[in-house]
């Protein structure tokens, strides 16, 4: 079958038009699968395939709130008003997703992204307006309740229909979801839908990288991710229950699970970190995917991607691309066709939120640690198991500032122990030397380094200003009403774009 009349490609997903499959197709796609990985291979012996000019990109999710504060499911009549490409619905019909276009890394691509995600939100919140609804920025919403999280808040798209009853033939039984955090009582639900992966918003950051550094540098994200996520944390709170810094770790990686009972202990989480340290061929990455993880969306295209290859060309790689947008790791690498063809790697870590500007900082952290580490990772891999890069990173997501990470020792002896804050005031001086050296300018890459610092000398994060104003709030309003009261309190610093480190608490 073509993708013409079923589907278009966009980027890394597959707008798909049907949510019924037979049991052929899934057979058919999962051959599919090993001939686009077979192409893959092929690909990346061609000479010179997929070096070029670095690249940033990013995705950000927002949350649509009505005049209480409250998720406004409208956000197919708010696409609609917006009217701009750059905008795409999301799981949820309280959520939507900006796609800015990717820049140059060298320059000022910050600023480019900034300024068009700045326009963006301003267009949405022009036309969330118009439907009686406001932007939020933030992690995990605040005023989320259980009863908006329902078959009924699903997104009405085939791809989110088909994605759901995917899920759901794979699991077979109900997800249960279960956070313990800072609160003595934990989060514990139940349900039967995919509506939990819209409760979590996040700003993905993308950099192109050559092929031939691919492995290195998804190593260096490996590393790097802990450290930034515990200073970018947006959200400590769900369902009126305090938890995590970054909750929205724990509750996609269950709300995405597709694995029964059973298989809880013997297979890998849809939603995960990662298995091992990647070796020096991308393909790896791409492999793992296709062998721990059966299909949810097979669609079949007609192109025969070997012999593409064969001839020369630049295959789609349709069925591959559309299975690794179902496999979610917190680093993962995606094959784009345009431009050539060429390799990018997904950080899908960081939360939304709180300003632009501090997604900014934690986006220039973020690549200018990876950029820092790449070249030295392949020394540290001995000496470093890759359960201790997973340990720290939900040790981060976890506790935050306050978490104690694993760091290589600098005389190379192995692992030694350190407090997030103080892992991250070390790296800021080596991430904007790389930043510099990849060609940013090196004013916004100061500029923007200096919110972090800023930030890791007042001790404020995102979760740390909501824990501290629900604090001040709960005593005199009560939790419910706290946390409407913290939501007004942060949609208005939010929109002012001074970075979270200056805002006052909630009082």
């Known amino acids: 079958m073509s993708w013409g009349r079923r589907a278009t490609v966009d980027g890394m997903g597959i707008h798909i038009d049907r949510d019924e499959f037979e049991q052929a197709e899934y057979a058919r796609f999962a051959e599919r699968l090993e001939a686009c990985l077979a192409a893959l291979r092929a690909l990346l012996q061609r000479p010179g395939f997929g070096v070029g000019e670095p690249t940033v990109g990013a995705e950000l999710e927002l949350f649509l709130v009505d005049r209480q504060g409250l998720p406004l499911a409208e956000n197919a009549a708010v696409l609609q008003q917006a009217a701009d490409p750059r905008v795409t619905l999301e799981v949820d019909r309280f959520n939507l997703e900006l796609n800015p276009t990717p820049s140059s890394l060298a320059g000022r691509p ?7 995600i700045a326009e963006t939100v301003a267009a949405v ?8 609804g406001r932007v939020a920025m933030i992690g995990i919403l605040p005023t989320l309740r259980a009863a908006d999280l329902h078959r009924g808040a699903i997104t009405d798209s085939a791809r989110y229909r088909a994605l759901d009853k995917g899920l759901r033939r794979l699991r077979q039984e109900p997800i249960r979801v279960r956070i313990q955090g800072a609160d003595p009582e934990p989060v514990e639900l139940v349900r039967d839908d995919v509506a939990l992966e819209g409760a979590n918003t996040s700003f993905q950051v993308h950099l192109r990288v050559d092929p031939g550094r691919f492995g290195a540098a998804w190593n260096a994200a490996a590393m790097a991710t802990a450290p930034v996520l515990a200073v970018a944390g947006n959200s400590p709170t769900f369902l ?5 810094e970054e909750t929205r770790v724990a509750l996609f990686e269950q709300a995405a699970d597709d694995r029964d009972e059973r298989g809880r202990d013997r297979l890998v989480p849809r939603v995960a970190f990662g298995t091992r340290w990647a070796g020096g061929d991308a393909c790896q990455l791409f492999e793992e995917a296709v062998r721990l993880h059966q299909p949810l969306l097979p669609l079949l295209s007609e192109e025969d991607p070997l012999r593409v290859v064969q001839d020369g060309g630049v295959p789609q790689l349709d069925e591959l691309r559309l299975h690794q947008g179902t496999v979610w790791r917190w680093n993962r690498p995606v094959y784009d066709a345009s431009a050539g063809g060429y390799l990018r790697l997904e950080l899908r870590a960081l939360p939304a939120g709180p300003t632009i500007t501090d997604m900014l900082a934690n986006a220039a952290l973020l690549l200018g640690v990876i950029l820092a580490v790449t070249p030295k990772v392949g020394g540290w891999l001995a000496a470093f198991p890759f359960a201790r890069a ?31 804050a ?5 790296l800021l001086p080596e991430a904007g030397e790389a930043l510099e050296a990849a060609g940013v300018d090196g004013g916004e890459a100061g500029r923007l380094l200096a919110v972090v610092e800023e930030r890791l000398a007042a001790g404020q994060t995102g979760s740390v200003w909501q824990r501290r104003s629900l604090d001040a709030l709960q005593p005199r309003l009560g939790r419910d009403r706290a946390l409407h009261e913290l939501l007004e309190r942060y949609l208005e610093l939010s929109a002012s774009d001074q970075p979270v480190h200056t805002w006052p608490a909630a009082d």
């Open 390 to 420: 997973h340990g720290n990173f939900y040790a981060a997501a976890h506790f935050g500032l306050d978490a104690e990470l694993l760091w290589p020792a600098p005389d190379g002896q192995g692992p030694r122990p350190v407090g997030a």
């Open 240 to 244: 009126g229950r305090r938890l995590w």
């Open 110 to 116: 910050f600023s480019s992204l900034g300024a068009q």
């Open 125 to 132: 919140g022009r036309a969330a307006d118009v439907h009686g």
């Open 422 to 426: 103080e892992l991250a005031r070390r």
